[in-house]
Each structure stands twice: as structure tokens, then as C-alpha cells.
């Protein structure tokens, strides 16, 4: 069994090695991603004994998936079905603007459903970590979530969750109250600045307010994921801010799941609160330097060389 569990969508990427519209590609590299995946793939290049559940097609994308994820050491746990595996593509304009196009809807994925997999694969995890994406695929996820989610507290395993709002999954209202309903099932809390618009009608004038008021609702952790400015943790009734790493950004996407993998490694590693801002933070930054979801989320050796380069640079 792993100390870490996740869950969710990973699909197969088609990405361009270059900046410029899809319609003009001479030709795309194929890879892997998704947020769960993404995250999994981070604390298992750090060392952590990872599996990943999921639903994936009965087809080559399916295997393609299966291999790449097993490749990294994690133990995939999935049903095969008859619908497909899930498929999207991206760009990068020159302006620095970047577009997404999903073909997931009524992806093998989205039927995952209360009972998918044996909640006894959470017996002797320290951790289960889900994002907002997964019951936004669809009503099916959606009872999945709440299911596995309660589960892994009777269990007593530590609960991680993303908000990971997407705008092209569902309306922002459905989001906010879906995320407050299962807040009592959540321990560490993650959200992003873009996240944090769900409650902009709540009239909180600083991001202290909402932290405090996530975190009375359940989680006894909240963190703001603030890009390349860094962080702000609140844990114990303190808050915490810390400081991005400059590096030259390449691809920013996977940024904020890689950030997860981090402050969650300090977290099963022992390490106090700003250690682990600074860990999510170190692997966000990484995370942006290559091409692709994950492809940028380091070894525990190379991590904490970057930390050791990075000290070296403040004397």
C-alpha cells in the first residue's frame, strides 16, 4: 500500500514545441497530464510511494497513460471502459497568452463513481489529495468525491484538496458551493489567486479574511497560491507569507500542482509551516522552467540542490 493516495482525470497532451498557433504546428509532442497525475508524479520523483486512482479508456491513450504514470513509479489503480480516454491540447501565443482545448466530455474518467475502487486502498495511506477538477467532470464525480472524501476520514487519513476552479468544467457559484459543502472533510486547503474569486462577493478586504474564514469551515491549513509573488500559509491561527524563486518561465502550467507536491512533501517530511510554503514554492518555480504538465518537477536531490544554490545567492 502507499503513503500517498490521489485520484482523478489524467489524459494524454498534445502540445507544440513551439510558440504559435496550433493551426500553424508542423507537428505535436505527446505527453501526460492532468492535476492529480501531475502532483502524484511530483512526491513520487521526491521518493514518496504513490497510487493513483482512476477510469481510462479501453484504447492506445489509455495505455499510453497507463505506462507513462507506471514509468514514474506510481501504482495506477484503474478501470478500463469503453468510453475514451481524455484528450486536450495547448498553446502559447508569442504575447505570452495561452489557450486550452478539452475533448473530455463523457471521457472514461467521468464516470467514476461511490464504490469505483476499494476504500481499503486508503488503510495505510498518510494522505489522500483530490482537486477541484474531479467533480467537475461530472454529477458521477461529483458523488465520488464525497464518497472517497469520507472515507479516507474514517480512516483518519489526512485530506489535501485543490479548488483548482475551471471555468470550462462549470459556473463559479456551482464551484463555491460544492468546495464549502466538503470543506468539513478537508484538512490542508490549496487555492490559487484566480480560485479565490469564487468568494469575491463575500466582501473579504484582505486575503487573511478568507484564509480565516475557509478554515473555520473545516481545513486546519488554508494556502494562497500567489504565482510567481510566492504564498501565504495559515496554519494554528498564524499567517505566513513566503517569497517566490525567480527562474525564466517556460511553461507555466502544472505550476500550482507541483507547488501541492511540495508544501505536502514538508508536510509528511515533518517540516514546520514555512518550510513547507518554501518547498511549494521551490517545486512551483522548477515546474516552470520545462515544457509539459510535470515534466519540470525535480528529484529530492535536485530540489534541494536548487534550495542550497538559492542560499548561497542571499550571503
Sequence with gaps: MSEVVTAGEAMVLLLPPRQGYLRHQPYLEVRVGGAE?????????????????????????????????RAEGIQVFSKRTRAPTGL????????????????????AASFMHPESFSPELLNEAKLFHLSGVTPALSESTRSFT?????????RNVVVSFDVNYRKKLWV????????????????ILFLSEEDAVLWSEEGFEREEE?????????????????????????SNGSFLESRGFPVKEVDPV???????????????????LEERLKLGNALGALAVTNLGDYEGAPSRED????LAEDLSLDR
Design 146 to 154: 464525497r464518497w472517497i472524501l469520507q472515507e479516507a476520514r474514517k
Design 210 to 234: 478568507l484564509l480565516g474564514a475557509l478554515s473555520a469551515k473545516g481545513p486546519r491549513e488554508v494556502v494562497l497560491k500567489r504565482g510567481k509573488r510566492g504564498a501565504l500559509g495559515f
Design 172 to 187: 463559479p457559484e456551482e464551484a463555491r458551493v460544492f468546495v464549502e459543502d466538503i470543506l468539513p472533510l478537508i484538512d
Design 88 to 107: 486536450y491540447l495547448r498553446e502559447c501565443l508569442p504575447s505570452g497568452r495561452g489557450r486550452v482545448f478539452y475533448y473530455r466530455q463523457g471521457s
Design 37 to 69: 497525475a501531475n502532483t502524484a508524479v511530483a512526491l513520487a520523483r521526491l521518493g514518496f510511494s504513490v497510487s493513483f486512482l482512476t477510469f481510462l479508456g479501453q484504447d492506445e491513450l489509455g495505455e499510453l497513460v497507463l505506462n507513462r504514470l
Design 303 to 306: 530540489l534541494f540542490g536548487f
Design 254 to 272: 502544472g505550476a500550482g500542482d507541483a507547488f501541492n507536491a511540495g508544501y505536502l512533501a514538508g508536510f509528511l517530511w515533518g517540516h514546520p
